[in-house]
């Protein structure tokens, strides 16, 4: 079945340094892959996808590139930033093009990012 | 992006009473939605998977008694948990897809005293 492995927290680092945080999944077919934010008290927020291989997903600063040969699909941000404090989630979901919308979420990681 | 509401926000109620969570699409169409839990510090745990005109699909492990879907209509979930008691207590999340991508709602904490 699939399954996503990220990066376990927490995650402390001061503002204006650079994020890194390693996800890396395991599913058949083609799935499509995500990251999520979720800040305190919030529901889950997209904040980037990719659907194909080499594509790179960004927004906000942050950035991931879909790596099939390595089936990862790392997030990153060159300068972080007080507000970026939030827990992530990496996400696949189902065979693309298909009917299954089913997401398979990585465990979550949090950052906090200090001033 | 799409937006994907949901009603309560937060929620307490006495055990043994019911609860019903409201999940709509607000500017576009679902014929599917999905019905999540999460518990403090963890990830989220897919409960069902609610379809419009047809009986929800349960996750292994839940039970369908308990945690009862309607899908009413295309812009419209509902969650209701039964008979609920303090285990029960949890942020209930629900999402819809929209092309590929889910879109979810900001979540309805339900806290059972």
């Known amino acids: 079945g699939n399954s996503v492995t990220q990066m376990e927290g927490p995650v402390t680092l001061s503002e204006e340094a650079f994020l890194t945080i390693n996800c890396t999944y395991t599913a058949t077919g083609y799935p499509s892959l995500f990251w999520y934010v979720q800040y305190p008290g919030e529901g889950l927020q997209l904040l980037l996808k990719?659907?194909?291989?080499?594509d790179k997903g960004s927004n906000k600063g942050f950035e991931a590139t879909y790596r099939k040969e390595t089936t990862s699909f790392h997030l990153e941000k060159g300068s972080v930033q007080v507000s970026d404090s939030a827990v992530y989630f990496c996400a696949l979901s189902g065979n693309s093009g298909g009917s299954n919308y089913k997401l398979t979420f990585g465990k979550g990681t949090l950052l906090t990012v200090n001033p | 992006g799409a937006v994907v509401s949901q009603h309560p926000s937060r929620v307490i109620c006495k055990s043994g009473t019911s609860v019903k969570i409201e999940c709509r699409s607000l500017?576009?169409?679902?014929?599917?939605m999905f019905w999540y839990r999460q518990f403090p510090k963890q990830s989220l745990m897919l409960m069902a998977t609610?379809?419009?005109?047809?009986?929800?699909?349960?996750e292994q492990g839940v039970e369908k008694d308990k945690f009862l879907i309607n899908h009413a209509s295309l812009t419209l979930s509902t969650l209701t948990v039964t008979s609920a008691h303090p285990e029960d207590s949890s942020f209930y999340i629900c999402?819809?897809?929209?092309?590929?991508?889910?879109?979810f709602g900001p979540g309805t904490r339900l806290l059972v005293l």
């Open positions: 999402s819809a897809p929209l092309g590929e991508t889910q879109y």
């Open positions: 609610s379809n419009e005109g047809s009986k929800a699909t349960y």
């Open positions: 990719a659907t194909k291989a080499d």
């Open positions: 500017d576009f169409q679902a014929t599917t």
